[in-house]
């Protein structure tokens, strides 16, 4: 079974317009991590928010982390074309368990 | 840096028959995973090693499904017999900890396809 569950399943947006995606999780954690996957690139770690952090930024991305709602958010700015793929939660102890991903595509 | 190697990247073969995947992690890295990933679901942990040691296995069909990682350097994931249900992108990654955290580096993945 998976922990992480992304939510929405599906976006579509703008050329330049923020997008925002969800992830919840069950058990306690010692970190959660998003990940981005591609046909071009495979699956690429983005950033990594540890469970004492509430709020993380890298570039474009801004990732936030409420433990006491055992949920993650993660921003992405001004966004491209080249953003277009499937994002995905993990959550660590011990192992990462990745949630079924959010399929983001930015529409031109 | 080279990052994580696969092969192969494809395969087609018809169920009952056997086949492998092998793994070159980044250097240096002690971590190795092997990873199943069906169609629009996230990535599910099958093996962990630590060097040569298999820390964790929980996950793989122990019935078809074997791995090794001989010196603590390459991997090889077997199915054997395959069947139509086990297709799937086969993704190996590797780590390295860093102040407690693994991040994994993903390779390329090999697409199976049982017929």
């Known amino acids: 079974s998976q922990q992480g569950e992304e939510d929405p399943q599906a976006l579509s947006i703008q050329e330049g317009e923020n997008a925002t995606m969800n992830c919840s999780y069950k058990t306690s954690i010692n970190n959660l991590q998003w990940y981005r996957q591609n046909s071009g690139r495979g699956l690429v770690h983005l950033i990594l928010i540890r469970s004492n952090e509430r709020e993380k930024h890298s570039g474009r991305l801004r990732v936030t982390l409420d433990t006491s709602k055992k949920s993650s958010s993660l921003l992405i700015t001004a966004s491209r074309a080249a953003d277009t793929a499937s994002y995905f939660c993990?959550?660590?102890?011990?192992?990462?368990?990745f949630g079924q991903g959010t399929r983001l595509t930015i529409n031109p | 840096e080279a990052g994580v190697v696969q092969s192969p990247r494809y395969k087609i073969i018809e169920k009952k028959q056997p086949v492998a995947f092998w793994c070159n992690p980044i250097s240096g890295h002690n971590t190795l995973y092997w990873y199943r990933q069906n169609l629009g679901q996230g990535p599910e942990l099958l093996i962990r090693y630590e060097n040569e040691e298999a820390v964790d296995d929980s996950q793989l069909p122990k019935d078809r499904f074997s791995a090794e990682r001989l010196k603590g350097v390459d991997s090889t994931l077997k199915i054997q017999p395959a069947e139509l249900g086990d297709s799937a992108v086969y993704l190996c990654?590797?780590?390295?900890?860093?102040?407690?955290?693994?991040?994994?580096?993903f390779g390329p993945g090999t697409r199976l396809t049982v017929t």
């Open positions: 993990a959550t660590e102890p011990q192992k990462l368990v």
């Open positions: 990654a590797s780590s390295f900890p860093w102040e407690g955290v693994y991040e994994q580096y």
